[in-house]
C-alpha cells in the first residue's frame, strides 16, 4: 500500500443504549435520519468531501446492518483501488480474543491496518453526531501548529458545558487542561470526539495504555489526560457550524425536525456538499389530491393521500387518505391506513398502522412524551397507543382501546 | 435468460419530438421524474438476467455516455460481459441517411464474440417495465426464427398507435406488418423488440450490408416475412411509446394515476437510475400540493397541482404550477404561473411570469433558457 498522509478510523461499535428501541436491532450509526440517511453517512460524506479516501470502521455491536449498509463503500465513492473503506470488527489472536475494551483500545487492536499505510495523521471520527465538518481544514491547523494533537472543538452555552468534556485552551488555542463534564466549566470549549493525532505519537501512547491495566483505554480518560501531563502539544481546533449529538431519543428527534425549519442551521441541500448515502432505487414519491403536506420532508417511493405536518418520512411509506400526521419521523416503508392519527411518534419501518388507530405520547409537565414503535409493530384499528412499542410486542385489539 | 443478449438500438426516428431531442436521443430524454427513457429497458432487461447488453449510439450520444458511464447502477460493470457502448462507424453527414444495418455491421465483432445463442433487440422509445422470461420461454417453445412483442391497443388509445402494427393469424404467426398512424380500432402495436438467434441477426446485417440496405427490420425481417416463422408475443403491462411532444407529455401525465404509477414503476421490478444523492424533497410551510409526483431534492413552497417535479426543482412562495412537467433544477420564482408547460432541464421562470400552452400542444421551455 502506498503510503497515506490520512487515515480515517470511525468508532461506530457503540450500542447507543440510550437511543432505546431504535438500537435494539442496529448499531447507534445504522440508525435511519433525515428521511434518507443513516448517521453514519454523515462522516462517511465529510471524509469524501474533505478528500480523505481511507476509512477504517470499527464495528462491534450488532454489525449485520452496518456492514450491509456500507459494502465496499460505493456510496461514498470510497470503492478504492488504493485506500477505500475497511470494516474492522474485533478478531482473535493466537492465545486471546477481546473486544474492543475502549475507543483508544480500539484503535490500538488495529495497528496493523494503520502501519499499512504508515499515515502521518490519524483522524478520530464517531459514528454518532450530525454535522458537516471539513477535515482537511482541521488538518491544516492541526498541521500549522506543529501540534501532537487536535481536537475539534465547540462552543457551548454555558448551562450546556457541564455536559460535555471541556477544554480549557489559551490565546493561542493550545490546551493547558481537559475537565470531563465540569461541574463549574471555565471555559466553554466542548470536545466533539473529533481527533487528530501525529500517528508515530499516537501509536506511541496506544502501546504504553495497551500494556497499562488499570487503563480505561479510553481517549477523553485516559490518552488526552496523559498527553497533557507529559506536556505535549495538543491544540483545540474551533468547529462553527451545526453539530448535533444524536444520543438520546429526544435529541434525535430534535435534530430531525432541525432540516424542516424554513431557512435551517443544517442545510443538507447544499450542491458542494452532499450528503451521499446508499439510494433505494424507488421513483419519485406521489402526493394524492387529498395531500396537504408542510414543513416536511418527503422521501423517493412514498404515496401520501393524507396530512403531513412537521414530520420526516423516510422512503416507500404509504400514508392514506383522512390520515393526520404531526411532528413525527416515519422510518422506511412504514404502511399508515387511512383515518391514523400520529402526534410525535418515530414509527419504525414496515411497521403496519391499521385503519383509524391513533399513536400520540403522553403529556408529562406540559410536555408530549415521544412515542417509538419498534420495526414491524402491527397495530390493530383503532386502537390509542400512548406509549412506546417493543420490537415482537404484540398489542392487542381491545387492549388499549380507547374508553 | 444468461443464454441472451441485449442490444438497445438509438437509430430511432425522432422527428417528431425534435424541441426535447435537439441536444439528446431519445433514449436520454427524461422521464417520470427521475429517469431518462432508456432506464426502462435497460432496467427490465437487467431484471430479467440478460447480463451483456450493448448500446448501438446514433448520434448526439454525449448525455447517454454521461448517463449509462460504467453501466454500474444497473449492475452491469462486469469483468466479463456488462455494458457496451457501440459508436457508429462513420459520423452522419447532414442529409445522408445511415441505417441501423451499417451500425450494427460496424460492431459486428461484438456481435460475434458474444457468447450468447440469443439476441433481444430493442428500440428506445418505449417505455414499459417488462420481465422478458416468458417472452423468451415463448419464443424457444414456439420455435420461432424472430419473435416481436406486441401491446394490443383498444379503441380509443387508437392516438397511440403510432408505428407498426402486426396482423398475426390464430396461432400468433406474422402474415403481415403494416404502418399505421391515428388509425383507430384494435391494434397490435408492435414494441419494437425482438428476439432472435445471435447466428440469425448476424447472418441479416451481412446480408443487408452485401446489398446496400440500411433499415434491419424493413428489409432484413420485413422482407423475408415468407420465408421465416415470426410470432408475436402479447405483452400486457405498462407500455408508452415516445413519439411526439404531446405523447411525451401525455405518458408522464398518466403516471399520475396510481395503478399506473405501481404497474410502471414497481410490478415487474425496480428501476434503475444514475444517482444524483440528492436529499429528500421539502415542504415550507407555504406549500400546496396535490395530485403531483415530486423526485428528492426538490425544494417546494409554492402551490403545485397536476404536474411531475424533476429532481433538484425549487419552487418559490406564491409560484402555481399547473398540469405541467418541470425537469432538472428548474428554478419557479415568486408569484410565477406556469400552466401547461413542459421545461426542459435548467430553466428559469422568473418572478411574476405568466407561461401558458394548451393541454394538447404543451407549451416547450428550452433547456437552460431564462424566462
Not at chain 1, 448517521?39 to 454489525?63: R, W
Not at chain 1, 471555565?186 to 493525532?197: D, E, Q, V
Not at chain 1, 422510518?331 to 392519527?341: F, K, L, R, S
Not at chain 2, 460493470?77 to 453527414?93: C, E, M, T, V, Y
Amino acid at each position: 500500500m502506498r503510503k497515506k498522509e490520512c487515515v480515517a478510523m470511525l468508532l461506530a461499535g457503540g450500542q447507543g443504549s440510550r437511543l432505546g428501541i431504535l438500537t435494539q436491532k442496529v448499531a447507534k450509526p445504522a440508525v435511519p435520519f433525515g428521511g434518507k440517511y443513516r448517521i453514519i453517512d454523515f462522516p462517511l460524506s465529510n471524509c469524501h468531501n474533505s478528500g480523505i479516501d481511507t476509512v477504517g470502521v470499527l464495528t462491534q455491536y450488532k454489525p449485520l446492518a452496518l456492514n450491509s449498509y456500507i459494502g465496499i463503500g460505493s456510496a461514498w465513492d470510497l470503492d478504492r483501488k488504493d485506500g477505500g473503506v475497511f470494516v474492522l470488527p474485533p478478531y482473535a489472536r493466537e492465545k486471546e480474543a477481546e473486544w474492543y475494551k475502549g475507543t483508544a483500545d480500539a484503535i490500538y487492536q488495529n495497528i496493523n491496518f494503520l502501519d499499512m499505510f504508515n499515515p502521518s495523521y490519524v483522524l478520530i471520527l464517531s459514528g454518532d453526531h450530525i454535522y458537516k465538518m471539513d477535515y482537511d481544514k482541521m488538518l491544516q491547523f492541526h498541521k500549522e501548529k506543529g501540534a501532537d494533537a487536535t481536537i475539534a472543538v465547540l462552543e457551548v452555552s454555558d448551562e450546556e458545558a457541564s455536559r460535555f468534556g471541556i477544554m480549557n485552551a489559551d490565546e493561542e488555542r493550545r490546551i493547558f487542561e481537559f475537565e470531563e463534564k465540569p461541574e463549574k466549566p471555565k471555559s466553554n470549549l466542548a470536545s466533539m470526539g473529533i481527533y487528530i493525532f501525529s500517528w508515530p505519537v499516537l501509536r506511541e501512547l496506544l502501546v504504553a495504555d495497551g500494556k497499562n491495566a488499570k487503563s480505561e483505554h479510553d481517549f477523553g480518560k485516559n490518552i488526552i489526560p496523559q498527553m497533557l501531563e507529559q506536556g505535549q502539544k495538543l491544540y483545540a481546533y474551533a468547529f462553527e457550524g451545526y453539530w448535533k449529538d444524536v444520543g438520546t431519543l429526544e435529541s434525535f428527534w430534535e435534530a430531525n425536525m432541525d432540516i424542516l425549519k424554513l431557512k435551517p442551521e443544517f442545510n443538507i441541500y447544499d450542491p458542494n456538499w452532499r450528503i451521499y448515502s446508499v439510494n433505494p432505487t424507488r421513483p419519485p414519491h406521489y402526493l394524492g389530491s387529498g395531500a396537504k403536506v408542510e414543513r416536511s420532508v418527503i422521501s423517493e417511493g412514498c404515496m401520501v393521500f393524507g396530512q403531513v405536518e412537521n414530520s420526516v418520512i423516510f422512503p416507500g411509506v404509504y400514508i392514506g387518505a383522512g390520515a393526520n400526521i404531526k411532528d413525527s419521523i416515519i422510518m422506511p416503508h412504514a404502511q399508515i391506513e387511512g383515518n391514523v392519527v400520529i402526534e410525535k411518534a418515530i414509527i419504525g419501518r414496515k411497521s403496519i398502522l391499521k385503519e383509524g388507530c391513533k399513536i400520540a405520547g403522553k403529556f408529562v409537565a406540559r410536555k408530549q412524551e415521544i412515542v417509538v414503535l419498534a420495526e414491524k409493530s402491527v397495530i390493530p384499528s383503532s386502537v390509542v397507543i400512548c406509549e412506546s412499542v417493543m420490537p415482537g410486542q404484540k398489542i392487542n385489539d381491545a387492549a388499549q382501546k380507547e374508553n | 435468460m444468461q443464454n441472451v443478449m441485449g442490444i438497445i438500438n438509438l437509430n430511432g426516428d425522432e422527428k417528431l419530438l425534435k424541441e426535447i431531442t435537439e441536444c439528446r436521443p431519445l433514449a436520454a430524454v427524461p422521464f417520470g421524474g427521475r429517469y431518462r427513457v432508456i432506464d426502462f429497458v435497460l432496467s427490465s432487461m437487467v431484471n430479467s438476467g440478460i447480463e451483456n447488453v450493448g448500446i448501438l449510439l446514433h448520434d448526439k450520444y454525449r448525455s447517454i455516455m454521461d448517463h449509462l458511464r460504467s453501466g454500474k447502477e444497473w449492475d452491469l460493470a462486469r469483468k466479463s460481459d456488462g455494458l457496451f457502448i457501440l459508436p457508429s462507424g462513420q459520423p452522419r453527414l447532414p442529409g445522408s441517411k445511415l441505417g441501423d444495418v451499417d451500425n450494427l455491421y460496424h460492431n459486428l465483432d461484438y456481435l460475434e464474440n458474444s457468447r450468447q445463442q440469443y439476441v433481444l433487440l430493442s428500440g428506445s422509445s418505449m417505455v414499459c417495465n417488462i420481465n422478458y422470461r416468458k417472452a423468451f420461454k415463448y419464443h424457444q417453445d414456439s420455435g420461432a426464427d424472430i419473435t416481436i412483442l406486441y401491446k394490443e391497443m383498444a379503441e380509443n388509445e387508437g392516438e397511440q398507435a403510432e408505428g407498426m402494427s402486426l396482423i398475426l393469424d390464430d396461432t400468433g404467426r406474422m402474415l403481415d406488418m403494416s404502418f399505421v398512424s391515428k388509425t383507430l380500432g384494435v391494434k397490435r402495436m408492435s414494441m419494437d423488440m425482438y428476439i432472435l438467434k445471435r447466428e440469425l441477426l448476424i447472418e441479416f446485417v451481412k446480408e443487408c450490408k452485401s446489398v446496400g440496405d440500411t433499415n434491419l427490420i424493413r428489409d432484413g425481417f420485413y422482407k423475408n416475412r415468407d420465408k421465416l416463422k415470426i410470432y408475436g408475443f402479447q405483452y400486457k403491462g405498462y407500455f408508452a411509446n415516445i413519439h411526439s411532444l404531446q405523447s411525451y407529455y401525455k405518458h408522464n401525465m398518466e403516471l399520475l394515476k396510481v395503478d399506473k404509477w405501481q404497474d410502471l414503476f414497481m410490478k415487474a421490478g425496480l428501476v434503475y437510475t444514475k444517482v444524483k444523492d440528492e436529499a429528500p424533497a421539502k415542504y415550507q410551510e407555504s406549500a400546496k400540493v396535490a395530485n403531483t409526483m415530486v423526485a428528492n431534492g426538490c425544494i417546494v413552497g409554492g402551490r403545485v397541482e397536476n404536474s411531475i417535479l424533476f429532481r433538484g426543482v425549487k419552487v418559490h412562495k406564491g409560484a402555481y404550477i399547473k398540469d405541467s412537467i418541470i425537469m432538472q433544477k428548474c428554478e419557479i420564482a415568486e408569484n410565477a404561473i406556469v400552466e401547461n408547460v413542459i421545461c426542459d432541464k435548467d430553466v428559469q421562470i422568473t418572478a411574476g411570469k405568466w407561461l401558458k400552452g394548451e393541454k394538447n400542444y404543451p407549451l416547450f421551455v428550452e433547456k437552460g433558457t431564462v424566462v
